[in-house]
């Protein structure tokens, strides 16, 4: 990596999260690349480097939101332990990623009736890889005995949505920790599939 | 009601079914009054007679998209039965109004940050409605020893959660009918409070 990629890889990742901040706060259409380059105290050629297209910005926002929770999933699948072990870890891990990028999570949830057609293949791809993946692990619970489900995809949905859903309650200074939220979410994601509840 | 009330009222609800479909498929900012009246076949002073602001069709959807879950929970809870019953209703029930008025749901969760304080009252007066009103049932339940649940605030919200997100993933020519789906998140929503699953 050159200095020059170094140096754009920083301003990107700068870009992403001020906008996603703007988008959360104003909406995707209220957002104006003005705004953004603003907020990052920089002269709109500087933005325009990077991003061309205010567009961009939301599908990288998006696919960044998606990998969070794909790679939440594949880290708890590789822990070495059960699968009832693995689908905890993982709700935690999911619960974690939604909670420390609320912002990104509910701009990807919002707005995703922006994203143009060349996009949506990549980010239905990626939806495709957390569904598919994450019934593979009930699935595999299944198999081992650990878990009683008997519509496997639902389920999935189901566990998605409700941690998922933190985005829209979770306040920094509510009731409860991002931790203890996440060990609740782990233990409601195992009471779903059936897992004898608090065993591990 | 004299008849240009009830006229009113018919026109009232014609407005909102379109408006909630113009602003689910172009979101809120992309649909203006013009494309609201036009597809009601309408003139603007028609539909201005009814709405003068956008907004308030906004907050009209929203607030219609709450007292949904607040009657699917009511009812549910007026049920003469066991606090399992009641809940396996609600679920049902809930399911069904989110199912029923995806475009509705969608437009509420994703609109509304346009909503402005003097109607975020009454929406959270809505909201704070349904999240007490469920937890009453759930501890409701514990102390007829029918659940078992740590923490019942985060329980509700895994529970609102998981069901309201069925309107991101809802496909009416999907694998699942309205009715099965109600029944898989009802069997979800029990063991979430660790009632004895399939149990009534």
């Not at 195992?190 to 509840?197: D, E, H, K, Q, T």
Request: with cysteine; glycine share 6%.
């Amino acid at each position: 990596m050159t200095i020059s990629d170094e140096i754009k890889t920083v301003r990107k990742e700068l870009i992403l999260e001020h906008a996603e901040r703007l988008f959360y706060e104003r909406g995707y259409r209220g957002t104006s690349m003005d705004a953004v380059a603003e907020a990052l105290s920089v002269t709109k050629p500087v933005l325009y480097a990077v991003y061309d297209r205010k567009l961009d910005i939301l599908i990288d926002i998006s696919l960044r939101a998606l990998n969070r929770s794909i790679d939440a999933l594949r880290l708890a699948r590789r822990i070495d332990g059960t699968r009832t072990h693995q689908l905890r870890d993982f709700a935690r891990r999911f619960t974690d990623a939604v909670i420390r990028h609320q912002a990104g999570s509910a701009v990807f949830f919002r707005e995703e009736s922006f994203i143009p057609p060349e996009a949506t293949r990549e980010i239905n791809h990626l939806k495709g890889c957390f569904d598919t993946e994450l019934a593979e692990l009930i699935e595999a619970g299944m198999a081992a005995g650990e878990f009683r489900v008997d519509d496997v995809r639902s389920a999935s949905l189901a566990i998605g949505g409700m941690i998922s859903w933190i985005y829209i309650w979770y306040r920094p200074d509510g009731r409860l920790s991002p931790e203890a939220i996440g060990d609740l979410m782990a233990t409601y994601t195992l009471r779903l599939v059936g897992a004898p509840a608090g065993s591990s």
